[in-house]
Nanobody, 114 residues
Framework: QVQLVESGGGLVQPGGSLRLSCAAS????????MNWYRQAPGKQRELVAEISRGGSTNYADSVKGRFTISRDNAKNTVYLQMNSLKPEDPAVYYC????????WGQGTQVTVSS
């Protein structure tokens, strides 16, 4: 059974930081590209960051220079370090694993408010 479990979301003030984690099980983690998406109320789900199985990364323009995606294949975990959080960053953040098929986590809520 494939499971992707996100954690690390919460409430943070503007300018603050959060580190999201996504622990995967039931997949061969190292061959999967790993992605973070987010969806805000009333908006479409959008790609935030992706990391290939080789470690190459790609970011949405809106988060470049603020967010960093990384992976630890020994722990079957992908991370999203989010710094300088802005009022436009709140959303449910989802982890997605992609190889032959896509698997999604249940999401973790990020709220930015003073």
């Amino acid at each position: 059974q494939v499971q992707l479990v996100e954690s690390g979301g919460g409430l943070v003030q503007p300018g603050g930081s959060l580190r999201l984690s996504c622990a995967a099980s039931g997949i061969i983690f190292s061959v999967n590209a790993m992605n973070w998406y987010r969806q805000a109320p009333g908006k479409q789900r959008e790609l935030v960051a992706e990391i290939s199985r080789g470690g190459s990364t790609n970011y949405a323009d809106s988060v470049k220079g603020r967010f960093t995606i990384s992976r630890d294949n020994a722990k079957n975990t992908v991370y999203l370090q989010m710094n300088s959080l802005k009022p436009e960053d709140p959303a449910v953040y989802y982890c997605m694993a992609r190889w032959v098929v896509e698997y999604w986590g249940q999401g973790t809520q990020v709220t930015v408010s003073s």
